[in-house]
């Protein structure tokens, strides 16, 4: 991946990304910090999404690994390239327990066609909860 | 597989999962049809879950899939054997824009640890939306 | 996927790709039916590539799923169209040994710019041996 | 995963392994380094096995991939646990022409049951061929 001194988004433009995606929305999910390549979310636990146990559902942690990559394809491309998701692969590797959780996201290879990257999430106590392979494709404008 | 002459639950009881399950009911996933290592899942159109331009989530049919293979899991093993999902790769094929959704998840392999399966999920006009691996382990008692 | 009378390529073709192919050579994959998006190749059983305790090594299979998944996708679109693959994943179900295995690759979608399909390999008494997903990619010419 | 101080196998244990491996010598894998939880080999360049055009096979990758990852895991569970591959995702990047590859995998998670790992293979030049998703199960004794 080329260096870039800096992302091709601001904090204010992924903020309304994130206020526009009905799925970030009723998971609340937060920016945490990005940068080129790069982007951090946070997902305050939420009571009425837990499963019985209390365990965070997996589906939060699917969810938000897509859209931190999506967020971290626009530091590189900018918000307004069109990329839709087309492979997804988690692998879920511990529970989590009425806690917030981080999910970082970053860009492997950003391809002419294909943007292939990985996420993972942690518990705030950064146990590794959920690793995820991303493959995103760009759609001719 | 075996195969088997009846499932190992019955259709109030897989209803009763549904209903207890915070994710299916946020999505209303709807009973279609199951049978042994087998089971159909409905998604209602939900207007509040629509991504811009009237598309269905990934995170919809992600959740769905897995949902669904949770099911299937128990027509063969009984609703009581306590089983998580430890991987689960979709593969996002065509767009479904403000219809409901079908999904069918299959057992592939019923192992001794692991249960390794494939979902679908398709429009009611029978367009293939996206394509599921996932494979569940089972958690002694 | 559009239903095709007749297959793009021929048998002759599909045996003279094989010979052509490295992979195919080594292993001595041999052709035993192919359709409109779909193609089975045989590898016969070969002493010096068993893994200790006679088991067929795993590279076997996917590489034979690869190759039959590039076959299909030549019954569709001629063996002029230059294709790669961008993904391929393997879960391994059930161990072949000392015996011939076949390989079945049909493809889901094939897509504008990628092609999406499934490969299982089976033992010659039909255990099923290993499920694959494949993704190959259009190169423009 | 746990810190350990001292890898549970000896360089001559893991080149031992590689020569008794039939995969292995077959592409003259070569122990390049090694550490807890963690294994890099190198692939020579061998003429006979390249693709039209001098690409390295993807099976290759993939085959290194899968052995590399066996190693890092005997780094932690010591050459005489059993285990065997039960998941191996491949995503291709970049074509290797004519050149070695060397392959690093590490151990993410070794769970109780399931060890989970990544693996990638980069040109002596430092571009990323391929990245690798990979689960072994361990085999009760």
Not at 36 to 49: A, D, H, I, M, S
Not at 82 to 108: G, P, Q, W
Request: proline share 5%; aromatic share 6%; with cysteine.
């Amino acid at each position: 991946m080329r260096a870039r001194v800096e992302p091709a988004v601001t904090a204010d433009e992924l903020r309304l990304v994130l206020a526009e995606s009905p799925f970030a929305r009723i998971h609340s999910f937060q920016l945490e910090s990005f940068g080129p390549g790069k982007c951090t979310l946070r997902v305050p636990f939420l009571q009425e999404l837990e499963r019985p146990g209390g365990i965070v559902a997996g589906a939060v942690l699917m969810t938000v690994s897509d859209v931190a990559m999506w967020l971290a394809i626009m530091t590189l491309l900018g918000k307004d390239t069109m990329t839709v998701t087309t492979e997804l692969k988690t692998t879920f590797l511990n529970s989590a327990r009425s806690e917030d959780v981080i999910c970082t996201a970053r860009v492997l290879k950003p391809g002419k066609t294909l943007i292939y990257g990985l996420a993972e999430c942690r518990s705030t106590t950064d146990v590794l909860l959920s690793h995820h392979t991303i493959t995103y494709i760009k759609i001719p404008s």
